[in-house]
């Protein structure tokens, strides 16, 4: 298994540039999110799925947009790039039903906005 | 959200035992206690999980006392790749990740 991967690697976007992080899981699970890390911060949500067709907000929504057509895939959508979403991105995902707070994360994506 | 607070830093010498507390005094009554690691350049990785008591797995032990407003993850003899950022959650596994809050965590830095 392949786990939680996501591309690119890295990003550089001039504002107000649209773009879209991919992020692609292979152990069947049924949630997956998107957070941002900020230098020397901790992790917020942007937006989480409970499944398929599925999506919700989570802490910082604002700019972006998601989509879960599949099982699989879990697109972030930045509209219009900011200075602001300058931020290190990282999707993760976790199996639903087990009494358990795991979640796997991938590598992340750095985009730089300028 | 049940949010947590964790000491900013720390710092540990090889082969020491470290504890790093958390403080959680609006647990409620279905969450769970989470401790994540991460490295730098890298996504947290799970460690380990509670719900009261100690919880023992093959990289930490995790204590939690009978009130459960706080918990302790602790590292037995630490080596200089257990320096990360240690992050304390809690959070309810029935109702999925949008209930756990990362926070600052705690960056522990083991020293030769």
């Known amino acids: 298994n392949a786990g939680v991967t996501q591309t690119p690697k890295f990003q550089v976007l001039k504002t107000g540039q649209s773009m879209t992080l991919q992020c692609a899981q292979d152990?069947?699970?049924?949630?997956m999110s998107w957070y941002r890390q900020d230098p020397g911060m901790g992790l917020r949500l942007i937006h989480y799925s409970v499944g398929a067709g599925i999506t919700d907000q989570g802490e910082v929504p604002n700019g972006y947009n998601v989509s879960r057509s599949t099982t699989e895939d879990f697109p972030l959508r930045l509209l219009s790039a900011a200075p602001s979403q300058t931020s290190v991105y990282f999707c993760?995902?976790?199996?639903?039903?087990?009494?358990?707070?795991?979640?796997?994360f991938g590598p992340g994506t750095r985009l730089t906005v300028t | 959200l049940a949010k947590t607070t964790q000491p900013i830093s720390m710092d540990s010498y090889e082969g020491q035992e470290v504890n790093i507390t958390c403080s959680h005094n609006?647990?409620?009554?279905?969450?769970?206690i989470t401790w994540y690691q991460q490295f730098p350049s890298q996504g947290p990785r799970f460690i380990i999980q509670?719900?009261?008591t100690k919880v023992t797995n093959e990289v930490a032990s995790l204590f939690i006392p009978a009130d459960r407003k706080s918990s302790t993850l602790s590292l037995p003899r630490v080596s200089l790749s257990d320096t990360a950022v240690y992050y304390c959650?809690?959070?309810?596994?029935?109702?999925?990740?949008?209930?756990?809050?990362f926070g600052t965590g705690t960056r522990l830095t083991v020293i030769p």
């Open positions: 609006n647990i409620a009554t279905n969450d769970y």
């Open positions: 993760a995902s976790s199996p639903p039903g087990a009494l358990s707070n795991e979640q796997y």
């Open positions: 152990m069947n699970h049924e949630y």
């Open positions: 959650l809690v959070g309810d596994p029935q109702t999925g990740a949008n209930n756990l809050f």
């Open positions: 509670g719900y009261k």
